[in-house]
């Protein structure tokens, strides 16, 4: 059974920075795609950035400049370095990952930012 844990979320001020982490662990053979979504109460879960297994990312318009996402493949680890934090950033941080083929989600994480 593949599990993916999030780590890193917490409260931070405006313009400030928080990194995110998501690993993977289990019977694992192969992981494409690494995407981190959010979501705020009543409202869709959100796709902000997706990182291919050789590197390629892409970020939503909302996020491009601040956020990084980056992975370890040896780690079977995402990675989301979130800087110039907005009160608009908060949510609940949730990664995502093609594990052995199948979309596996990790449990999410809270991001506070206050204003």
């Known amino acids: 059974q593949v599990q993916l844990v999030e780590s890193g979320g917490g409260l931070v001020q405006a313009g400030g920075s928080l990194s995110l982490s998501c690993a993977a662990s289990?019977?694992?053979?192969?992981?494409?795609?690494m995407r981190w979504f959010r979501q705020t109460p009543g409202k869709q879960r959100d796709l902000v950035a997706t990182?291919?297994?050789?590197?390629?990312?892409d970020y939503a318009d909302s996020v491009k400049g601040r956020f990084t996402v980056s992975r370890d493949n040896a780690k079977n680890t995402v990675y989301l370095q979130m800087n110039n934090l907005k009160p608009e950033d908060t949510a609940v941080y949730y990664c995502?990952?093609?594990?052995?083929?199948?979309?596996?989600w990790g449990q999410g994480t809270r991001v506070t930012v206050s204003s």
């Open positions: 995502n990952a093609a594990v052995n083929y199948i979309s596996a």
């Open positions: 289990g019977t694992i053979f192969s992981i494409n795609a």
């Open positions: 990182i291919s297994r050789s590197g390629n990312t």
